[in-house]
């Protein structure tokens, strides 16, 4: 079983809470469709996560506009539509196409109606997150029923364009610069691949993210790009702050790619990023708060920022599930039961 220990803290009658003032819950910081998608998928893997997964469900349909799009931020008893972003609508299709295959009845209801209320919205979509998360959603869902196969080629076809456009000898990505999140760009692709067999989509994921890890893995250990100033093109790599997101972002991709073409040396760099919160990495200091079950926020030039908020334990949550194997045995036996009560 995962340490839920601060996750179950975060969490009161509303949702998942955005930050901590160290260790302790941020009762004014809000509640985000974000941050609760995320928390959504570490219940799912849990144990005995399925009084949490319902709150974050219903937390994530009360987020629901009229007209049934998503608000990203929740404070103060209202939403407000000012920070939504293409990339949170992504992560929270993700939740949904994994939690609407639950065995229990109500969650699986409640994902499905938000799944099928949002996903075509993705058609318009523009930010190479936010398509990467929405083609992974579309991906991880087994049900050929809710395949939608106009939209899948859609965004991968956004994608390969955006490849196109920006990539040259010695810039092997998808813009200019390298910010946060960027695994999930090539491990879209990969889980696409993997779907279609489409040879154009497996060379430009194995190109970005081999050039990805080239920048990344550097030293015999996982350096992550800081958002002190982000990478850009011909400019400097920043070594800090270093956050627990971006770490999980390139395990996910690097696994992905694991699975999608069988090759050891992405497992191998998959469990080489996770030791980056152990303690492996530029400072050498874990991130994992033993006596809260929490996550620090980041690695910074003085070492590591204290507070423990919502981004970076679920981050260490989905990462852990994802090594341990919950992830992939999850799914299998969670549709396999729909399958035969069905």
């Given at each position: 079983?995962?340490?839920?220990?601060?996750?179950?803290?975060?969490?009161?009658?509303?949702?998942?809470?955005?930050?901590?003032?160290?260790?302790?819950?941020?009762?004014?910081?809000?509640?985000?469709?974000d941050d609760n998608a995320r928390a959504l998928m570490v219940a799912?893997?849990?144990?005995?996560?399925?009084?949490?997964?319902?709150?974050?469900?219903?937390?994530?349909?009360?987020?629901?506009?009229?007209?049934?799009?998503?608000?990203?931020?929740?404070?103060?008893?209202?939403?407000?539509?000012?920070?939504?972003?293409?990339?949170?609508?992504?992560?929270?299709?993700?939740?949904?196409?994994?939690?609407?295959?639950?065995?229990?009845?109500?969650?699986?209801?409640?994902?499905?109606?938000?799944?099928?209320?949002?996903?075509?919205?993705?058609?318009?979509?523009?930010?190479?997150?936010?398509?990467?998360?929405?083609?992974?959603?579309?991906?991880?869902?087994?049900?050929?029923?809710?395949?939608?196969?106009?939209?899948?080629?859609?965004?991968?076809?956004?994608?390969?364009?955006?490849?196109?456009?920006?990539?040259?000898?010695?810039?092997?990505?998808?813009?200019?610069?390298?910010?946060?999140?960027?695994?999930?760009?090539?491990?879209?692709?990969?889980?696409?691949?993997?779907?279609?067999?489409?040879?154009?989509?497996?060379?430009?994921?194995?190109?970005?993210?081999?050039?990805?890890?080239?920048?990344?893995?550097?030293?015999?250990?996982?350096?992550?790009?800081?958002?002190?100033?982000?990478?850009?093109?011909?400019?400097?790599?920043?070594?800090?702050?270093?956050?627990?997101?971006?770490?999980?972002?390139?395990?996910?991709?690097?696994?992905?790619?694991?699975?999608?073409?069988?090759?050891?040396?992405?497992?191998?760099?998959?469990?080489?990023?996770?030791?980056?919160?152990?303690?492996?990495?530029?400072?050498?200091?874990?991130?994992?708060?033993n006596r809260t079950g929490g996550c620090f926020d980041a690695l910074?030039?003085?070492?590591?920022?204290?507070?423990?908020?919502?981004?970076?334990?679920?981050?260490?949550?989905?990462?852990?599930?994802?090594?341990?194997?919950?992830?992939?045995?999850?799914?299998?036996?969670?549709?396999?039961?729909?399958?035969?009560?069905?």
């Open positions: 079983m995962l340490d839920d220990r601060h996750l179950r803290r975060m969490t009161d009658e509303v949702g998942m809470l955005q930050f901590c003032q160290l260790g302790l819950p941020d009762a004014g910081s809000g509640y985000t469709l799912l893997f849990n144990d005995d996560g399925l009084d949490l997964a319902l709150k974050y469900a219903r937390f994530m349909q009360k987020a629901q506009q009229p007209d049934g799009s998503w608000s990203n931020l929740f404070h103060n008893g209202r939403f407000y539509a000012q920070f939504n972003s293409e990339d949170s609508v992504g992560r929270a299709l993700l939740a949904c196409s994994l939690g609407m295959y639950s065995p229990d009845r109500e969650l699986a209801i409640i994902c499905k109606q938000m799944f099928t209320a949002n996903v075509i919205r993705v058609a318009e979509f523009r930010s190479p997150r936010g398509l990467a998360y929405a083609l992974l959603a579309l991906c991880k869902n087994p049900d050929p029923k809710h395949f939608n196969q106009h939209l899948f080629t859609r965004l991968t076809d956004r994608l390969l364009a955006l490849y196109d456009r920006c990539h040259s000898r010695d810039w092997y990505w998808f813009e200019d610069y390298l910010t946060y999140c960027n695994g999930i760009i090539p491990q879209s692709l990969f889980a696409a691949y993997h779907l279609s067999n489409n040879r154009k989509i497996r060379r430009v994921a194995y190109e970005s993210l081999n050039f990805l890890n080239g920048i990344l893995f550097r030293n015999g250990r996982l350096d992550i790009i800081g958002n002190d100033g982000w990478y850009h093109r011909e400019g400097k790599i920043p070594l800090y702050d270093q956050q627990p997101v971006d770490a999980a972002s390139i395990i996910f991709a690097c696994f992905e790619a694991y699975r999608a073409t069988g090759s050891r040396e992405y497992r191998d760099l998959a469990y080489l990023g996770y030791k980056w919160y152990m303690g492996h990495n530029i400072q050498q200091v874990t991130l994992y708060d910074t030039a003085g070492g590591v920022n204290r507070n423990q908020g919502a981004e970076a334990v679920l981050s260490l949550m989905l990462s852990t599930a994802l090594l341990l194997g919950r992830i992939e045995q999850k799914l299998r036996t969670d549709y396999q039961l729909l399958a035969n009560l069905s």
